[in-house]
């Protein structure tokens, strides 16, 4: 289990290495960091200083291995809009994003595992007909379309939430949080629905399949025949089993819910670190750019890095498979 552990760590710093790499070579590649940060009145001298500052007149390898190591120290140097250091930017934008993205998944949760058993347990009635075609729609649709026509009905025409904005928050030390104000819930229900929807669907048919597979196994023949209410075997027996890859998924889809809520987060004027990012891209900003590539794929690697080690655990046959 210890050579198990040591390699998947293994595998996890030589992908962190890879996505440094990318992250470097955006800096190189971009433009040049000086250009980007003075103005037209700089004069040559004062060009040549800042770049002997940044360390622009080593070699190419020596400010990879100086950026390598700046990352991991949490210095990912300042931001060129705003002038300030990149990772408390991302820091006081990062709390805003989580508790979106946990919302999300709290919500595709409670909504796509009774449906995937609903249309498991009732398969060929016309409502899980509609469902199912109701998931094909969810996934389909692109979320900033979601998210649109959300905003349209429930803000626009019913006037029953907020358009944009994250309301009132407050300051848990270095944490803030709208969870705990009235404006705070009533502006995160829209932005959250529109970024859990494809997560229900996903959810809801996963659940569907498994339930379908186990429905057809031999302990659930044999609760039948003891007598045991179908609503225990289909909730307590049958659903238990098919929870695995539910976690699986539910997990590994936290990272892709940070990585890919940028859309949902500019449509709703969400102030997380997808609006951040995309404000980046439009000026430009290099350092915050990167600083999101790294801490993203770091947030990737720690998730695949944990589900590879707990199905270690679970089953050993994993430990020695090539």
Same mark, same amino acid.
Do not use: H, K, N, T
């Given at each position: 289990m210890l050579v198990f552990i040591i390699k998947r760590l293994g595998n996890a710093v030589l992908v962190m290495l890879s996505v440094a790499l %990318?992250?470097? /070579? %955006?800096?190189?590649?971009?433009?040049?960091?000086? *250009? /980007?940060?003075?103005? *037209?009145?700089t004069s040559q001298e004062d060009r040549a200083a800042l770049r002997e500052r940044l360390g622009l007149n080593d070699s190419l390898p020596t400010q990879y291995l100086r950026f390598v190591k700046d990352a991991a120290e949490g210095n990912f140097g300042v931001s060129y809009r705003n002038g300030q250091q990149v990772l408390p930017l991302i820091a006081e934008r990062f709390p805003a994003t989580l508790e979106l993205v946990l919302v999300a998944t709290i919500i595709s949760l409670v909504i796509g595992l009774p449906l995937g058993v609903l249309t498991a347990i009732r398969r060929g009635k016309w409502y899980t007909e509609g469902l199912q075609f109701l998931s094909i729609v969810g996934v389909s649709l692109p979320s900033f379309?979601?998210? %649109?026509? /959300?905003? /349209?009905?429930?803000?626009?025409?019913?006037?029953?939430?907020?358009?944009?904005g994250r309301g009132d928050v407050v300051q848990l030390g270095w944490w803030s949080t709208g969870l705990l104000t009235s404006s705070g819930r009533a502006a995160l229900i829209l932005p959250a629905i529109a970024l859990s929807l494809y997560q229900i669907t996903l959810v809801m048919r996963l659940v569907r399949a498994e339930m379908l597979e186990v429905l057809r196994s031999d302990f659930v023949k044999f609760a039948r025949a003891r007598g045991i209410p179908r609503w225990r075997i289909y909730f307590r027996h049958a659903l238990r089993n098919c929870l695995m890859p539910v976690v699986t998924l539910t997990t590994m889809n936290v990272g892709s819910l940070i990585a890919f809520a940028l859309i949902t987060e500019t449509v709703f004027q969400?102030?997380? =670190?997808? =609006? =951040?990012? %995309?404000?980046?891209v439009t000026f430009l900003d290099i350092p915050v750019m990167a600083a999101y590539l790294c801490i993203i794929s770091f947030i990737f690697v720690v998730l695949n890095t944990f589900v590879d080690i707990t199905y270690a655990v679970i089953d050993p046959r994993l430990r020695t498979a090539r």
């Open positions: %990318i992250a470097f /070579l %955006i800096f190189r590649l971009a433009g040049d960091p000086v *250009e /980007l940060m003075v103005g *037209e009145q379309v979601v998210g %649109i026509l /959300l905003i /349209l009905v429930f803000s626009v025409s019913l006037g029953w939430a907020p358009a944009f969400w102030p997380g =670190m997808g =609006m =951040m990012f %995309i404000q980046a």
